[in-house]
């Protein structure tokens, strides 16, 4: 999605950031957007409406119209930073690449996932469980295809695979 770059919206942006002279980032100083592995930066455009500060920045100081499947990657490693001097447009590839030699890959499993429904225990009892895989998700108040997706080792794979072992001997 392209950026309107306006007088108004850069006032806005660099009333929002810190130059942290050791490193040269900017770090953003208004609203973020948290997840579990980054806090991206929010340029307030409207009430209802937010650009993403470093996504703004490139197009600002690059000359750069990114679409929706462009991102915006950071050679500093700082999800805050929004110098256009650390910021690179990259492919889906070298984001995951980016992301993986720096180790932020973050894979939430089991009961660690924000999502998750089920125990590991119950996630075991599911996967031995006989019968009917709707009747199975109806008494744990879950999805038929995640019964169908722990049985054929799609989900949950970390806590049952030892019961294949056992199965199988």
Same mark, same amino acid.
């Given at each position: +999605?392209? =950026?309107?770059?306006? #007088?108004?919206?850069? $006032?806005?942006? *660099?009333?929002? =950031?810190?130059?942290?002279? !050791?490193?040269? @980032?900017?770090?953003?100083?208004?609203? %973020?957007?948290?997840?579990? /592995?980054?806090?991206?930066?929010?340029? &307030?455009? /409207? $009430?209802?409406?937010?650009?993403?500060?470093?996504?703004? /920045?490139? !197009?600002?100081?690059?000359?750069?119209?990114? /679409? $929706? $499947?462009?991102?915006?990657?950071?050679? @500093?490693?700082?999800?805050?930073?929004?110098? &256009? *001097?650390? %910021?690179?447009?990259?492919?889906?590839?070298?984001?995951?690449? *980016?992301?993986?030699?720096?180790?932020?890959?973050?894979?939430?499993?089991? !009961?660690?996932? &924000? +999502?998750?429904? %089920?125990?590991?225990?119950?996630?075991?009892?599911?996967?031995?469980? !006989?019968?009917?895989?709707?009747?199975?998700?109806?008494?744990?108040?879950?999805?038929? &295809?995640?019964?169908?997706?722990?049985?054929? #080792?799609? %989900?949950?794979?970390?806590?049952?695979?030892?019961?294949?072992? @056992?199965?199988?001997?």
């Amino acid at each position: +999605m392209a =950026y309107d770059v306006t #007088d108004e919206l850069n $006032k806005k942006f *660099d009333e929002r =950031y810190v130059i942290v002279p !050791e490193c040269g @980032c900017w770090i953003w100083t208004g609203a %973020l957007t948290y997840h579990p /592995s980054h806090r991206y930066g929010n340029l &307030p455009v /409207s $009430k209802s409406f937010n650009y993403k500060a470093h996504r703004y /920045s490139v !197009e600002r100081f690059h000359g750069v119209k990114l /679409s $929706k $499947k462009d991102f915006v990657c950071h050679k @500093c490693d700082v999800s805050e930073c929004v110098n &256009p *001097d650390h %910021l690179y447009v990259g492919t889906p590839r070298d984001n995951a690449r *980016d992301r993986d030699a720096r180790g932020r890959h973050v894979a939430f499993k089991g !009961e660690r996932h &924000p +999502m998750v429904k %089920l125990t590991e225990s119950q996630a075991i009892e599911i996967y031995q469980a !006989e019968g009917n895989h709707r009747k199975i998700a109806e008494r744990y108040n879950i999805a038929r &295809p995640t019964v169908t997706a722990i049985k054929n #080792d799609k %989900l949950w794979q970390h806590v049952t695979k030892n019961l294949r072992k @056992c199965a199988n001997a």
